[in-house]
């Protein structure tokens, strides 16, 4: 039975390769974490507070929605966003998006998620490329963010841009 994730995106340059290129890729510290994707599960894409460079402007959002589309494997060549390296990787299949600086907040639906037993410090459990969500956690994040995705085609352009000159 396939299993409900969060991927936990924290820096933007990775955020538009991620829906631009519907693939997801993990840092080799993160491999075992990353294998228990499994193709078929269904995963929420989420940013970080920190993922626009503006901790104080912008709040941690579901943004999408997509299921794993191949297994998580070492990738041939690995990828790199802001000098870090990430070496495992798997292809995603995007079904939904929010608009761009859009989405689910999900601080606001901490305290109904078991996934996270102390709202306190909820925050300290997304330190990680991703979280594995109970099944009544995964129903109430779909339920609350249905409505705010539109189709992958309509909503891919905004996540794009060019990379900074180096």
């Known amino acids: 039975m396939p299993s409900a994730h969060l991927l936990i995106i924290g820096d933007r340059p990775a955020l538009s390769w991620v829906v631009t290129e519907q693939r997801m890729a993990f840092p080799a510290g993160r491999a075992k974490a990353a294998r228990a994707l499994e193709e078929g599960d269904e995963v929420f894409l989420y940013t970080t507070r920190g993922c626009f460079r503006n901790p104080t402007r912008d709040l941690g959002r579901v943004i999408g929605r997509a299921t794993i589309a191949s297994p998580v494997r070492v990738l041939d060549e690995p990828v790199v966003f802001n000098e870090r390296?990430?070496?495992?990787?798997?292809?995603?299949?995007?079904?939904?998006?929010?608009?761009?600086?859009?989405?689910?907040?999900?601080?606001?639906?901490?305290?109904?998620?078991?996934?996270?037993?102390?709202?306190?410090?909820?925050?300290?459990?997304?330190?990680?490329?991703?979280?594995?969500?109970?099944?009544?956690?995964?129903?109430?994040?779909?339920?609350?963010?249905?409505?705010?995705?539109r189709p992958y085609g309509e909503t891919r352009e905004g996540y794009w841009w060019e990379p900074a000159a180096a």
Do not use: Q
């Not at 798997?90 to 996934?115: I, N």
């Not at 300290?124 to 956690?137: E, F, G, I, N, Q």
């Open 85 to 149: 390296s990430y070496s495992e990787g798997c292809r995603l299949k995007v079904s939904g998006l929010a608009p761009f600086r859009e989405g689910l907040v999900l601080r606001d639906l901490v305290p109904r998620l078991s996934v996270f037993p102390d709202p306190a410090t909820w925050s300290v459990r997304m330190r990680r490329a991703s979280l594995t969500l109970p099944p009544a956690d995964a129903e109430l994040v779909r339920t609350e963010l249905e409505p705010l995705l």
